[in-house]
C-alpha cells in the first residue's frame, strides 16, 4: 500500500515537471588516449573538431566533436569500465545512438577500416560498433 502511494506520489510530480528539455547538448565519452581517438572519430566517422569549444580549461585533456548540432565530449580519463566481457552486440551495453543517412555507407567505412560492427537484431537499419576504447556506438538510419 505504501509504495502505490509513493508510486502515484512520484510519478504525478514527474508528470507535472516541466522546466524545458530541448534536446542533447553533448554526450561525454572518456577515452585512453586523445589521439588515437580522435584517429577513429574524425578519420573513421567524419566528424569535425568543434574548435570554438575550449579544450584548454578543464584539467584533462580533451576534444568537442560535432554530431549535426550537437557534440561528443572526448575526455582523456581512467575508464572505470572493463574493456574485455562486454557484449558483443553494442545495443546491449550502454551506448550512444547517432543518426546518418546512410547505414550501408557506413558499412563499408567500417570493412575497408577493418573495424567490427553488429547489424541491429530487430532488422530496422541500424548498424553498432565501438570505439578504440570500448563505447558503444549505434548508428541508425533516418
Known amino acids: 500500500m505504501l509504495l502505490q502511494f509513493w508510486m502515484e506520489l512520484h510519478l504525478s510530480i514527474v508528470i507535472d515537471v516541466d522546466y524545458g528539455v530541448v534536446g542533447i547538448h553533448h554526450v561525454g565519452i572518456l577515452c585512453e588516449n586523445l589521439e588515437r581517438?580522435?584517429?577513429?572519430?574524425?578519420?573513421?566517422l567524419g566528424l569535425e573538431i568543434n574548435e570554438a569549444r575550449p579544450h584548454d580549461k578543464l584539467p584533462y585533456r580533451g576534444a568537442w566533436l560535432w554530431v549535426g548540432s550537437e557534440m561528443i565530449h572526448l575526455m582523456?580519463?581512467?575508464?572505470?569500465?572493463?574493456?574485455?566481457?562486454?557484449?558483443?552486440?553494442?545495443?546491449?551495453?550502454?551506448?550512444?545512438?547517432?543518426?546518418?543517412?546512410?547505414?550501408?555507407?557506413l558499412q563499408a567505412i567500417l570493412d575497408k577500416a577493418g573495424i567490427p560492427y553488429t547489424l541491429s537484431r530487430s532488422g530496422r537499419?541500424?548498424?553498432f560498433t565501438r570505439d578504440p576504447d570500448a563505447n558503444a556506438l549505434e548508428f541508425t538510419q533516418v
Open 37 to 44: 581517438s580522435l584517429e577513429f572519430y574524425q578519420n573513421i
Open 76 to 105: 582523456e580519463l581512467p575508464n572505470p569500465d572493463p574493456l574485455i566481457g562486454r557484449p558483443e552486440h553494442g545495443g546491449r551495453d550502454r551506448h550512444a545512438c547517432i543518426s546518418i543517412q546512410d547505414v550501408s555507407k
Open 125 to 127: 537499419p541500424a548498424i
